[in-house]
Structure formats: structure tokens, C-alpha cells
């Protein structure tokens, strides 16, 4: 079993930034990759950004240039840091982590962007 447990979030002017941090903990030995995904009222779960064991990287088309996906290998931490945010970035923000066959959710932060 894997716990993720989230933490940033909030609400911010258009243009602003936040960061999301997560941190693993549990059986934390077999992390294939670590992944960011959001959620809009009245949508549906969307990828956003993923880090991989050897440090690449995905990026959702709509945030690339604004969002980084970081890891600690050594904390067990996945980071996204969002910079020059959108209203239509506003969503509740779910922290996913692959071990071995299983993935695990975070709780979720809010997001929230005001024009």
C-alpha cells in the first residue's frame, strides 16, 4: 500500500502561482511514475503532467510552458508548480502514484483561479 498525502493548493489571480506538493509514504520501493490530474466541475479526470523513473516528463498540451512536474526520489515527493495560472485551470488537483501493478490517489486540492 502506497499513502499520498497532498498539500498547496488555494486561490489566486489570474497569473499567479501555486505549487502542489504530494508525499508517498508506505511501499514506496516499486514507484514507476508519479502523476498530476485534474478535475473541473462537470468534467472528467484529466491528465495533467507525469514524471517517469528516469526523469522524463508528460505534459498536458494547455499547460506546457507554465507547469514543472519536479520528484525527490529520496523525499518521495512529486511537486507541480503552476505558474502564470488560467481561470480554466481551476479544477480539484489529485496527485497519482504507479507502484508496481497499482496506482494510488491523493485527497485532492483545490485549485481555484479568479479573473
Known amino acids: 500500500q502506497v499513502q499520498l498525502v497532498e498539500s498547496g493548493g488555494g486561490l489566486v489571480q489570474v497569473g499567479g502561482s501555486l505549487r502542489l506538493s504530494c508525499a508517498a509514504s508506505?511501499?514506496?520501493?516499486?514507484?514507476?511514475?508519479m502523476c498530476w490530474h485534474r478535475q473541473a466541475p462537470g468534467n472528467d479526470r484529466k491528465l495533467v503532467a507525469c514524471?517517469?523513473?528516469?526523469?522524463?516528463?508528460y505534459y498536458l498540451d494547455s499547460v506546457k510552458g507554465r507547469f514543472t512536474i519536479s520528484r525527490d526520489n529520496a523525499k518521495n515527493t512529486v511537486d507541480l508548480q503552476m505558474n502564470n495560472l488560467k481561470p480554466e485551470d481551476t479544477a480539484v488537483y489529485y496527485c497519482?502514484?504507479?507502484?508496481?501493478?497499482?496506482?494510488?490517489w491523493g485527497q485532492g486540492a483545490q485549485v481555484t483561479v479568479s479573473s
Open positions: 497519482r502514484v504507479v507502484a508496481g501493478p497499482r496506482g494510488y
Open positions: 508506505g511501499n514506496v520501493f516499486n514507484i514507476n511514475f
Open positions: 514524471i517517469y523513473r528516469d526523469g522524463s516528463t
